[in-house]
């Protein structure tokens, strides 16, 4: 093992490993039921229509598709994806657009963009753990904001109290991160009213307003909002609206392709510190996701997918009804969309031990604390409903309510009838 570990850079060391990465590692034994990555269901995969495409980049498109492409992304598609947004009502052109290797690497281009060492991100507690693995990487903090307790976004006389503590502390805040729809982990959408609100708020504070939408397409039941980015197009359309979009739940993850909606000015900017990542996306997939668009089969692709997940999530609900302990302080989303549900435990459930008695039990959730950058809860889980099959859901739920119960059970008993953690 090489001995690098006194030259790395203080990015290097503020890096933290993904606890869900770890969690998925785990979660490769055999026989047990996972319910803590976010993969898309296999079975919505379109395989033979992307296969015909990707045959038809070879004989139509070959030299450019093999080829280097621009940093912005390819022409084709660009052209697709300003279509496609505005069947959904988002006006774009091309000069909006950037094509990146998938949202996750737009997240991490805003605070190597944005931060110096110890700036600040506005961001749900709890939020997506690969935004706070961004920001840790460029030394960035989050300034933690709680969701109301109607769960239609955030607590706005918190932000602003939070926001103004910040600044009377020479704190440095550079932006604000939300997911309005279907947020990771909650899986909480934003109101009409609290997306008009937030919009406000980034106007007042001039504060770029970084909107991760990778669930939008993917709802199954209620009314579509306006995205934040259409409230600012739809209205004073100042352009400080950034937002980020995937086809990794909507079509194909492995694809590795998303793109992002902004003021052409700031995709210049984005241009430029994607340059010294990747110098284009994928240009292949590009094309080749191109001529699937061109096909107009996307379109029932996302419908399928959005009735098998409201099918399956309705059922992990009904399992979750049938098995879970009745409480008053156990309790879950019910989300209208997405791939999760959050369920909220007894405030002395540490969900971070309990995975080692889950996964014993051979099942698997992600832990509520890898969603906080400090100060995290414990007693919460995130759960995934799209991936498992439905017998798997309902095996998996029985399997953790047991465990639940069990802890439940052992603290009811007093310090007599618990046992010590398992070490592992
Ligand atoms: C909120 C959020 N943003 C971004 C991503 C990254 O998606 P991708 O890089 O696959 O586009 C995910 C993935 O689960 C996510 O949940």
Redesign the pocket.
């Known amino acids: 093992m090489p001995k690098f570990d006194s030259l790395y850079s203080k990015n290097a060391l503020s890096m933290k490993k993904s606890v869900i990465r770890e969690l998925l590692k785990l979660t490769t034994q055999p026989d047990i039921i996972s319910f803590a990555g ?1 993969l898309p269901a296999p079975e919505t995969f379109p395989v033979e229509d992307l296969r015909v495409a990707a045959d038809a980049v070879f004989t139509k498109h070959a030299a450019k598709a093999l080829q280097y492409g621009t940093t912005e992304g390819d022409n084709d598609l660009k052209a697709e994806l300003v279509k496609y947004e505005a069947r959904q009502g988002v006006t774009l052109t091309p000069e909006n657009l950037l094509i990146v290797s ?3 690497q737009a ?1 991490d281009m805003l605070p190597k963009l944005f931060l110096d060492p110890g700036d600040y991100v506005i961001a749900g507690r709890p939020t ?1 753990v ?1 935004t706070i693995q961004a920001i840790q990487s460029y030394q960035g903090k989050v300034l933690g904001i709680p969701f109301s307790t109607d769960n239609d976004g955030f607590d706005m006389v918190e932000l602003e109290k939070r926001y103004a503590r910040a600044v009377r502390d020479g704190k440095k805040v550079k932006y604000v991160y939300v ?1 309005p729809d279907f947020q ?1 982990p909650s899986g909480i959408c934003w109101s009409l009213e609290k997306r008009k609100a937030i919009l406000k708020f980034a106007y007042d504070h001039d504060l770029p307003l970084v909107e ?1 939408a ?1 669930y939008r397409e993917v709802r199954f039941m209620g009314e579509t909002l306006p995205s934040i980015y259409q409230l600012d197009q739809q209205g004073e359309n100042r352009g400080i609206v950034i937002n980020m979009k ?1 086809f ?1 739940k909507i079509l194909v ?1 492995g694809a590795r392709v ?1 793109w992002v909606m902004a003021h052409p000015e700031f995709i210049q900017k984005l241009v430029i510190a994607k340059q010294a990542m990747d110098l284009c996306t994928n240009v292949f997939a590009q094309k080749w996701l191109a001529e699937y668009l061109k096909t107009g089969k996307l379109y029932a692709v996302i419908e399928n997918t959005c009735k098998l997940y409201r099918d399956k999530r309705n059922h992990m609900v009904a399992m979750l009804e049938k098995y879970m302990p009745k409480r008053y302080d156990l309790t879950w989303t019910k989300p209208e969309g997405g791939l999760f549900l959050w369920i909220s435990l007894p405030k002395y459930i540490d969900t971070d031990q309990m995975i080692f008695k889950a996964v014993e039990r051979k099942v698997a959730y992600v832990v509520g604390s890898a969603f906080y950058f400090d100060e995290p809860e414990h007693n919460a889980m995130r759960i995934n409903f799209s991936y498992s099959g439905f017998e798997q859901i309902e095996e998996g739920v029985k399997r953790l309510a047991e465990v639940v119960k069990a802890e439940i059970e052992a603290h009811e008993a007093g310090p007599r009838g618990r046992t010590a953690p398992e070490g592992m």
Do not use: K, M, R, V
């Open positions: 976010g998938a949202s996750q997240l997506y690969g997911i990771n991760d990778p995937t990794s993850p998303g």
